[in-house]
């Protein structure tokens, strides 16, 4: 069974940044585009960003663009969300997810395009 595993979260101030890491098992993680969606209290689920298989292609929701990176490596099954100048407004669950029939050198950013997802990990963003 594949397993997607969020860490990384916590509490930091405005202007802070969060490294999110998510180790994938039990999948040939080159395979699978992934990406990093978020859910805030109250609200619905949102896409953040998303990495190709091999990483050439990068897609990002304009609210996180320029601020955020996602990155991938292949070699230890892990994708990344560097997260810089943090927001209160970033506060929120995040979650990885991975796509199996993710197109070569194409991101995935419909979620109801992703097949696994991880538990989360919690972002709080104090002002």
Request: proline share 2%; charged share 20%.
């Amino acid at each position: 069974q594949v397993q997607l595993v969020e860490s990384g979260g916590g509490l930091v101030q405005a202007g802070g940044s969060l490294r999110l890491s998510c180790a994938a098992s039990r999948i040939t993680f080159s395979n699978y585009g992934m990406g990093w969606f978020r859910q805030a209290p109250g609200k619905e689920r949102e896409f953040v960003a998303a990495i190709s298989r091999s990483g050439s292609s990068t897609c990002y929701a304009d609210s996180v663009k320029g601020r955020f990176t996602i990155s991938r490596d292949n070699a230890k099954n892990t994708v990344y969300l560097e997260m810089n100048s943090l927001k209160p407004e970033d506060t929120a669950v995040y979650y990885c997810a991975a796509d199996v029939l993710s197109k070569w050198g194409q991101c995935t950013v419909k979620e109801s395009e992703y097949d696994y997802w991880g538990r989360g990990t919690q972002v709080t963003v104090s002002s």
